[in-house]
């Protein structure tokens, strides 16, 4: 049996959770101060106060002093397995152009499609672990990663294979979606009818049989999916026992939210269209409202409503969005600092929109989100740092100084 007791802890944060937060509630983050935390094995076994911490025989120990253990960062919606960057895109942005007008040239998610059609199952391995293990090292010990840069039959499950090599490679959480409706190939651009039976009639039953995905996406949005089409995509999905996600309401009111929640969506991501309508649906479903703000900020949009997301009682989780063309970062820090100032969230709340909130967006909350007993003992330790809003305001400093994932540290 492996232990670890880190010790003289300035403060154990985001203990004890085991449901999502919501409204109100999401402003508090409970803690321990002056704290210890064991694991044994790959488990959070026990935490408490430094007046009673626990014999340290036969135990690695670690000193926390000045510094904050908190629960790995769940990451629930990525595009890390891409094949080479899109600056030039960047460019065109700083000169005037938006993102569908890039898109309508034949860049944007077409683009990746491009270059991902020529490269390779190792090459597109090769460097999105680079990406990975990047993204460990800054604290985030959950990770969704999504197809949709294929848009073919080949390219579709060639993605799908590496996330499936990933999953089996690194010892972080990984959960694998299919998003091939993330756009129109453009051979299909007069035809889309038939590429949505691409998608229904062979994809979907072939990524289920090769048990490649957990989750089902797509892009219901302005200049990509109707609601009509994905509701035959997400119908498809439950019928092989795929769990819907969604990118929707990003560049309008798409209607995407309305068919997430219809189909019980695990998450509706994006969001920066959301009203009084989108809202009220929301409230009455079991379906986690995922904001990306680095995405709004990259693009120069403007930012989803958060603060009357939570005012009115909803649940809000945080992703990076991590991918070529519109996130190029996975630094869940700099998420949360966003988070804080432009969608005028709380630290806290961003910090619980990024763990337990984004846990359950992927559908890890009864292992990962919280450091509770017997959950996995993912956990990271800060830099000695004055208060946890020092995470959020220091928004380009390295804060974490270690990473434990699985009771190993990296």
């Known amino acids: 049996m492996s232990r670890i007791l880190i010790t003289n802890c300035k403060s154990i944060v985001q203990i004890d959770r085991t449901n999502i937060v919501k409204g109100k509630e999401m402003a508090h983050l409970p803690g321990i101060d002056d704290a210890w935390l064991l694991i044994e094995d790959d488990k959070i076994h026990s935490y408490g106060s430094m007046k009673n911490v626990p014999d340290s025989s036969n135990t690695d120990v670690i000193d926390g002093t000045g510094r904050y253990v908190f629960p790995t960062w769940c990451d629930s919606h990525t595009?890390?397995?891409?094949?080479?960057?899109?600056?030039?895109?960047?460019?065109?942005?700083?000169?005037?152009?938006?993102?569908?007008?890039?898109?309508?040239q034949g860049g944007g998610i077409l683009n990746s499609a491009k270059k991902l059609a020529t490269t390779s199952e190792d090459e597109l391995f090769d460097s999105a672990w680079i990406r990975l293990e990047e993204m460990k090292h800054t604290g985030t010990g959950a990770i969704e990663i999504k197809s949709g840069y294929g848009l073919s039959y080949?390219?579709?499950?060639?993605?799908?294979?590496?996330?499936?090599r990933i999953k089996e490679k690194s010892n972080l959480t990984i959960k694998a979606t299919f998003l091939g409706a993330h756009a129109v190939p453009t051979e299909f651009k007069e035809r889309r009818s038939e590429y949505v039976d691409l998608l229904v009639n062979r994809l979907l039953p072939e990524i289920v049989n090769e048990g490649l995905a957990d989750f089902n996406d797509v892009f219901c949005d302005r200049g990509f999916f109707t609601v009509e089409e994905t509701d035959r995509i997400l119908a498809a999905g439950n019928k092989l026992g795929l769990q819907p996600k969604i990118h929707a309401n990003e560049l309008d009111y798409s209607g995407g939210i309305q068919v997430g929640v219809k189909y019980n969506a695990?998450?509706?991501?994006?969001?920066?269209?959301?009203?009084?309508?989108?809202?009220?649906?929301?409230?009455?479903?079991?379906?986690?409202?995922?904001?990306?703000?680095s995405t709004a900020f990259f693009l120069k949009l403007h930012y989803p409503p958060a603060r009357n997301m939570i005012d009115a009682?909803?649940?809000?989780a945080l992703a990076s969005d991590h991918n070529p063309g519109s996130s190029p970062s996975g630094k869940m820090?700099?998420?949360?600092?966003?988070?804080?100032?432009?969608?005028?969230?709380?630290?806290?709340?961003?910090?619980?929109?990024?763990t337990i909130n984004s846990a359950y967006a992927m559908d890890v909350m009864n292992d990962l989100g919280s450091i509770a007993v017997g959950k996995q003992a993912n956990v990271f330790i800060t830099k000695p740092i004055s208060s946890i809003d020092y995470i959020p305001y220091a928004f380009t400093s390295q804060l974490v100084e270690k990473v434990i994932i699985k009771g190993k540290v990296q």
């Open 79 to 104: 595009h890390i397995v891409f094949a080479g960057s899109r600056e030039t895109e960047f460019v065109s942005k700083i000169q005037g152009l938006s993102y569908e007008e890039i898109a309508k």
């Open 154 to 164: 080949e390219s579709e499950l060639k993605m799908l294979r590496v996330i499936k």
């Open 266 to 293: 695990r998450s509706v991501d994006h969001l920066e269209f959301t009203g009084e309508e989108e809202i009220k649906c929301l409230l009455n479903s079991n379906t986690m409202p995922t904001l990306l703000p």
């Open 313 to 316: 009682g909803l649940p809000i």
């Open 333 to 354: 820090q700099f998420i949360i600092s966003l988070a804080c100032l432009y969608l005028k969230m709380l630290p806290n709340e961003a910090f619980n929109a990024a």
